[in-house]
């Protein structure tokens, strides 16, 4: 009988969270390459079947911690955009917040953003169960670019896409559609976009720039109002802080 006021289901969920907690301070002294239960165990005071009975395999463990670094930092993403939003903020002011909460959430985690956007974890498959988390970074990205797109905020560009979309079917379905002329492309440079938004952090959180330039935070701003020029995105600019 259980007496002690916590059910099994409450005991797993506490552990789930404990276990975690120790995994991501792990991740940060032996990387995601020496993550293993064993270690987790250890560092929780706790017997490796205990560990298993919670995530059996190191790549449950893995999944687990992925899932929440994509969603911690969405959900930041998501915040941010809110935020401005609600203060009135065009599509560009928009991009900047979202763009500096994740840059913000990235330095505050170099563990979990290593793990997400570093160098691949040797014989870890990422299971389909990542990929909706995934997802909530270049949704938010597809968002304010649809928005701007609908309010009249963009400039055409001068280069388009030669021949037909550089899309996959999925890509063109999660943006809610093919814009029309002059911005068919909109999709694929949304996706440079992206890809430069995670490269630039990518420089920054592993001091890439650190040696290159003054102000980090400034130059972050400004490459992300060079990068928004691709799509014809205005950003504004504005105090920022490190």
Do not use: C
Not at 83 to 109: E, I, K, P
Not at 167 to 175: D, K
Not at 180 to 201: K, Q, T
């Amino acid at each position: 009988m259980d007496v002690s006021g916590t059910s099994a289901a409450d005991e797993h969920a506490r552990l789930t969270v404990d276990l975690k907690a120790t995994a991501r301070q792990l991740l940060g002294k032996l990387g995601a390459q020496g993550l293993t239960l064993d270690a987790v165990a250890a560092g929780s005071g706790l017997a490796v079947a205990e560990v298993e009975a919670v995530f059996p395999h190191r790549d449950d463990l893995l999944t687990a911690l992925v899932i929440d670094a994509y969603n911690t930092s969405g959900a930041a993403m998501e915040q941010a955009d809110q935020a401005a939003g609600d203060a009135g903020g065009s599509a560009g002011a928009r991009l900047l917040a979202v763009t500096r909460a994740l840059r913000q959430w990235s330095f505050a985690n170099p563990a979990e953003f290593t793990l997400i956007y570093g160098s691949p974890v040797p014989d870890y498959h990422a299971p389909q169960d990542t990929v909706p988390p995934a997802s909530r970074t270049p949704a938010v990205l597809a968002g304010i670019v649809r928005a701007a797109l609908e309010g009249g905020e963009l400039t055409p560009p001068r280069r388009t896409v030669p021949g037909p979309p550089l899309l996959l079917p999925a890509a063109v379905e999660a943006f809610g559609g093919l814009p029309e002329a002059p911005f068919s492309d909109i999709i694929e440079r949304g996706i440079v976009l992206w890809s430069n938004l995670i490269g630039l952090l990518v420089f920054q959180v592993f001091s890439r720039t650190h040696d290159s330039v003054r102000d980090e935070s400034a130059f972050f701003d400004f490459a992300i109002a060079v990068a928004a020029e691709g799509i014809g995105l205005v950003v504004p600019s504005g105090a920022h802080t490190d």
